[in-house]
Nanobody
Framework: QVQLVESGGGLVQAGGSLRLSCAAS????????MGWFRQAPGKEREFVAA????????YYADFVKGRFTISRDNAKNTVYLQMNSLKPEDTAVYYC?????????????????WGQGTQVTVSS
C-alpha cells in the first residue's frame, strides 16, 4: 500500500509559479513511477506529467511542455511538480499517482494509488 498526500496548491495570478509536492508513505517509493494528473470542473481527469521509478524517463502533456517540470527525491519519498508561467486554464485539482507497472506513463488506468488532490487556481 502507498498513501499519497499532495500539498502546495493555492491561488496565483497568471504568469506566476507554484510548486506542488506529493509525499508518499512506504519504503518502496523508489520502485514506483510517479505521475501528476489534473481535473477541472466538468472535465475528465487528464494527464500532466510523469517520471519513472529510476527518474530517467519523463513524459509531459503537450500543454505543459516547457512550463512544468516533474522531479522526485527518492530519499524523501516525494515527487514535485514545478509549475511556471501559469495560465487560467491550468486551474484544476491536481492529483499525484503511483504505479508499479506502467507501459505508457500517461494512462490513468495504469496507476494504482492516488492522492486526494490539491486545488490550483490561476486568476487572470
Amino acid at each position: 500500500q502507498v498513501q499519497l498526500v499532495e500539498s502546495g496548491g493555492g491561488l496565483v495570478q497568471a504568469g506566476g509559479s507554484l510548486r506542488l509536492s506529493c509525499a508518499a508513505s512506504g519504503r518502496t517509493f523508489s520502485r514506483y513511477t510517479m505521475g501528476w494528473f489534473r481535473q477541472a470542473p466538468g472535465k475528465e481527469r487528464e494527464f500532466v506529467a510523469a517520471r519513472s521509478s529510476g527518474g530517467v524517463r519523463t513524459y509531459y502533456a503537450d500543454f505543459v511542455k516547457g512550463r512544468f517540470t516533474i522531479s522526485r527525491d527518492n530519499a524523501k519519498n516525494t515527487v514535485y511538480l514545478q509549475m511556471n508561467s501559469l495560465k487560467p486554464e491550468d486551474t484544476a485539482v491536481y492529483y499525484c499517482a503511483a504505479a508499479l507497472s506502467i507501459p505508457t506513463m500517461y494512462r490513468k488506468d495504469e496507476y494504482d494509488y492516488w492522492g486526494q488532490g490539491t486545488q490550483v487556481t490561476v486568476s487572470s
